[in-house]
């Protein structure tokens, strides 16, 4: 999935609504629709997480008008005949300061997928948890209010500790059993901010690589 994640500080909500950054973004839009051509269909999404409170953008009331800028603008430029929109709230579950993601719902033209984010982290307790106590309330949120828009597991991941192989087999099961769950993302990464590690360890991959046997997913075929 590409994220265009480069909006700084210095590029405020507002400005990019009103059109202030709109060569930059045509720039990356003409670039998006030039990787289409090439390359086919892809997942997009930018300001991940708005119903959270740790990036600027996020439990900000310009960010819907800002969102359908830039969404505009790749379309203006043919981008979006390539690019499916993916809205990506935090789950709140294991995230007690977020918002409800309602709050920051783009609106049916600017949302093609539905894609939930979190992450298990050792070093954070509210997040400590099982996948299905991190995301389903969430989860069945999103199914009541969006019934027609498929849904993703966009960002999720474990932190790196003893149980994180059976962590991975509780949570691709029960991925497996969610109607309109379409696609998952293991991110395999550092929260820098909170010092978690969760990476995949040795096992776990290889955990993994089991998982994917199942002729389930699509990486099996």
């Known amino acids: 999935m590409i994220k265009l994640n480069y909006v700084p500080h210095s590029m405020q909500l507002e400005d990019i609504a009103k059109g202030k950054h709109d060569r930059r ?14 390359y086919g269909g892809f997942f997009m ?3 991940e997480e708005s119903n959270g409170n740790w990036y600027y953008w996020g439990q900000n009331s310009k960010f819907i008008p800002a969102w359908r800028h830039i969404w505009q603008i790749f379309e203006d430029q ?27 719902y783009r609106g049916d033209q600017y949302v093609d997928w ?10 954070y307790t509210p997040s400590d ?7 389903s309330k969430t989860y069945e949120q ?28 509780d949570a691709y099961k029960s991925i497996k059993t969610m109607p309109g769950m379409k696609a998952a993302i293991y991110y395999d990464n550092v929260t820098q901010s ?5 990476t995949l360890s040795e096992k776990s991959l290889q955990t993994m690589k089991e998982i994917f046997k199942d002729p389930y997913w699509i990486m099996a075929k």
């Open 142 to 169: 999103m199914r009541k209010q969006h019934p027609q828009k498929p849904l993703m597991q966009a960002e999720f991941g474990k932190s790196r500790t003893w149980d994180q192989p059976r962590w991975l087999i």
């Open 114 to 123: 539905i894609g939930l984010s979190f992450m298990a982290m050792r070093s």
């Open 25 to 38: 973004l045509v720039t990356h839009a003409k670039g998006a629709a030039e990787f289409g051509k090439q």
């Open 45 to 47: 999404t930018t300001m």
């Open 194 to 198: 909170l010092n978690d590690d969760h």
């Open 129 to 135: 948890g099982t996948f299905d106590g991190l995301m």
């Open 78 to 104: 043919g981008a979006n005949q390539y690019a499916t929109w993916v809205w990506e709230p935090v789950c709140r579950e294991g995230f007690p300061n977020a918002m409800n993601a309602e709050h920051f």
